[in-house]
């Protein structure tokens, strides 16, 4: 069970992948706990930038089925406020957090999916929250908070009402994902973005992370006051510095962290 998710750390990339293939992905209760210890390990990691992907043929098929049996509502509630903890972890790490979608992100797969800060797809995938075609409100693990943040209230509205399934294509132009690439060009898109993202400012990635997921709950003047924040302490860094200079110089800047 504990190898139900994997996690390593390889040239400033950490990867969090779910391994259940025979299970979809699905997410079991325990899956969620090794989850959660996974990205706390890629927060802690010297990693700059962390992977979430998964094994098989699907990214994340949601809950596992067989853990959906009769509970009161006592019992229920600490494991729906359970199943939120990864998107907790994932919005208020620091790094930039990918999502590496090579099949399908269902119900709280699409929920982890739309937590990321990145979303890289391959053609043919699909996304979605078929919480209601189950009798589930559809704002279950975060959807209610993402989705129409992602693609406006309308679209929102209609994805969650009915549970519909986009393609990969679809979930593009509704702006759910970054870029779609053909199966066998997908590992290769993921590592580009990896290693883009790994060789930024560590700093000045967290501090624009920061600003990204303060500015949804904040006013503007409330969000000017945090940007100036930031932006003075990234100002004092020696990446700033050595950012400068490698402007300057016309060479990619090497940034330490520092």
């Avoid at 990691?45 to 098989?56: E, I, K, M, P, Q």
């Avoid at 997908?186 to 303060?214: D, I, M, Y």
Wanted: glycine fraction near 10%; hydrophobic fraction near 50%.
């Amino acid at each position: 069970m504990a190898d139900d998710v994997r996690f390593d750390v390889s040239d400033g990339v950490a990867k969090v992948t779910l391994n259940r293939p025979e299970k979809l992905n699905t997410l079991a209760i325990s899956t969620v706990d090794l989850l959660v210890d996974a990205l706390a390990a890629a927060e802690a990691s010297d990693a700059r930038v962390v992977v979430l992907a998964g094994t098989g043929s699907k990214f994340c098929a949601g809950a596992d089925q067989a853990e959906m049996i009769p509970r009161a509502a006592n019992e229920w509630e600490p494991i729906v406020r359970r199943y939120l903890d990864p998107i907790r972890a994932i919005v208020g790490m620091d790094k930039p957090v990918i999502a590496a979608l090579h099949g399908d992100a269902v119900g709280g797969g699409f929920g982890l999916a739309m937590a990321c800060d990145i979303r890289l797809a391959a053609e043919g995938v699909r996304l979605g929250a078929p919480f209601t075609r189950i009798g589930l409100a559809g704002c279950d693990m975060a959807t209610g908070w993402f989705l129409p943040r992602l693609v406006g209230l309308g679209a929102a509205a209609e994805l969650m009402f009915t549970g519909r399934l986009v393609d990969a294509a679809e979930a593009r132009d509704l702006g759910l994902l970054h870029r779609v690439v053909a199966p066998d060009a997908f590992e290769n898109e993921v590592s580009e973005w990896a290693a883009r993202l790994a060789s930024g400012a560590p700093g000045a990635l967290a501090w624009t992370k920061r600003a990204l997921h303060r500015s949804l709950g904040v006013d503007m003047d409330s969000e000017f006051e945090f940007e100036i924040f930031a932006q003075v302490q990234c100002l004092q860094t020696a990446d700033h510095a050595e950012g400068v200079r490698a402007f300057q110089e016309k060479r990619a800047p090497e940034f330490r962290g520092e």
